[in-house]
């Protein structure tokens, strides 16, 4: 514990964002790959819900001529649905990743920290689009079963690791660049003195 708390306080405050990041990218990987499994499980379980799945599908894609989804089989419908979900969900486990591999990155090479940050952004989205997305799963929760109560209390833990990877990630980057200032100007101290 020691260790942890010895350096300058931008390195300690690096630790502790690097830390913090590692463990909040982890769990948009873990809960990324739990939405999937539970939407597999959810179609495997509840013959009904690929039904449901495609009926919103055939909704939707009402307006748009030359477009008629209910001739195509449901098998079929259902198989690009999850396809387009398993692509949804690769693409937040790159997320959690590159801020696993951040994390990494400062554990390495202490006060380098390379300027890649485009999946803070992605991060943001994300965590705006289930922000969102937590309305339309409170609206289910008074009609419905205790599996909607579950499913929310998830989607906002999920959340919380998303905004905590998002603020973790920025201020790692943040204090980096500040620790490098402050190297610059103690290195430009010690040439003129």
Same mark, same amino acid.
């Given at each position: ?15 502790? #964002?690097?830390?913090?990041? #590692?463990?909040?990218? &982890?769990?948009?990987? *873990?809960?990324?790959?739990?939405? #999937? ?7 495997? &379980? ?21 477009? !008629? ?7 079929? *419908? ?21 801020? *696993?591999? !951040? ?15 485009? #999946? ?9 689009? +289930?922000?969102?997305?937590?309305? +339309? ?19 906002? +833990? ?5 905004? !905590? ?9 943040? +204090? ?18």
């Amino acid at each position: 514990m020691e260790e942890f708390l010895t350096g300058t306080s931008e390195e300690i405050n690096m630790r502790k #964002y690097a830390n913090r990041l #590692y463990y909040a990218g &982890l769990g948009v990987v *873990v809960f990324a790959l739990w939405d #999937y499994i539970r939407e597999i499980m959810s179609y495997r &379980l509840d013959k009904k819900y690929a039904q449901m799945l495609a009926d919103l599908i055939e909704k939707e894609f009402s307006d748009i001529p030359d477009i !008629d989804i209910g001739q195509v089989p449901l098998g079929v *419908v259902v198989f690009f649905i999850y396809l387009l979900i398993a692509f949804l969900s690769l693409f937040i486990v790159l997320i959690g990743l590159c801020g *696993v591999r !951040d994390a990494r990155q400062y554990r390495k090479q202490a006060a380098v920290i390379k300027k890649r940050g485009l #999946y803070l952004l992605f991060g943001l989205v994300l965590a705006i689009f +289930t922000f969102l997305g937590l309305d +339309t799963i409170r609206d289910g929760l008074y009609s419905s079963d205790g599996n909607r109560i579950a499913e929310y209390i998830t989607e906002i +833990t999920s959340l919380f690791i998303q905004f !905590d990877m998002v603020y973790s990630g920025v201020r790692l980057k943040i +204090t980096a660049v500040q620790a490098r200032r402050k190297a610059s100007l103690k290195k430009e101290a010690e040439n003129a003195g």
